[in-house]
């Protein structure tokens, strides 16, 4: 089956850190570049970080630039994103979504992360 | 940064309606826009890609129009299960950058 799976999303407190996964199952992991979009309470979608097949680049959101890190291991078929010195602007819905040139055309179901004291 | 400027951000319509949903880039993206499908609770669908593919599996009442900076997604033809909020979405250019999305709902 063709999916994608979030997990590591949880309640964090302010300055803390997560780590989120994405595991990818159907598809050619290490041939698709992957992206991160995540979506605050009630707001619109925002993309945060994406990152070629091979993993060698990355690209960021300026707000999160410096404190999370995207990257992958395409043994695994997994997508990770660690999140550091968490604020909480960054409480959202976070998607895993499979990024090529027909946009964003699988995504997983997300997982939420909550900052807060 | 470009920036997508997504109109109206409401929009009011019943079943049968034909409604457009217009997205305009803060400059030219060529056709590299996509256009997305959410509901409550759920990740957004693919509904469009290069501003005028149809996504496999979408209903043909879909269709996406465009290019350079002007940009529109129509419904021929409303049903029940279109009720839902529209994203507008740039890959041209990292970052990526969405709409602020408009929410279609039943007069």
């Known amino acids: 089956e063709v999916q994608l799976v979030e997990s590591g999303g949880g309640l964090v407190q302010p300055g803390g850190s997560l780590g989120l996964s994405c595991a990818a199952s159907?598809?050619?992991?290490?041939?698709?570049?992957m992206t991160w979009v995540r979506q605050a309470p009630g707001k619109g979608l925002e993309w945060v970080s994406s990152?070629?097949?091979?993993?060698?680049?990355?690209y960021y959101t300026d707000s999160v630039k410096g404190r999370f890190t995207i990257s992958r291991d395409n043994s695994k078929n997994t997508l990770y994103l660690e999140m550091n010195s968490l604020r909480a602007e960054d409480t959202a819905v976070y998607f895993c979504?499979?990024?090529?040139?027909?946009?964003?055309?699988?995504w997983g179901q997300g997982t939420l992360v909550t900052v807060s004291s | 940064d470009i920036q997508m400027t997504q109109s109206p951000s409401t929009l009011s319509a019943s079943v049968g309606d034909r409604v457009t949903i217009t997205c305009r880039a803060s400059?030219?993206?060529?056709?590299?826009l996509a256009w997305y499908q959410q509901k409550p609770g759920k990740a957004p669908k693919l509904l469009i890609y290069k501003a005028s593919t149809l996504e496999s599996g979408v209903p043909s009442r879909f269709s996406g129009s465009g290019s350079g900076t002007e940009f529109a997604l129509t419904i021929s033809s409303l049903q029940p299960d279109d009720f839902a909020t529209y994203y507008c979405?740039?890959?041209?250019?990292?970052?990526?950058?969405f709409g602020q999305g408009t929410k279609l709902e039943i007069k």
């Open positions: 400059q030219s993206i060529s056709s590299w």
């Open positions: 979405q740039q890959y041209n250019l990292y970052p990526y950058t």
């Open positions: 979504a499979k990024d090529s040139s027909t946009a964003l055309a699988l």
């Open positions: 990152i070629t097949g091979s993993g060698d680049t990355t």
């Open positions: 159907g598809i050619t992991f290490s041939g698709s570049a």
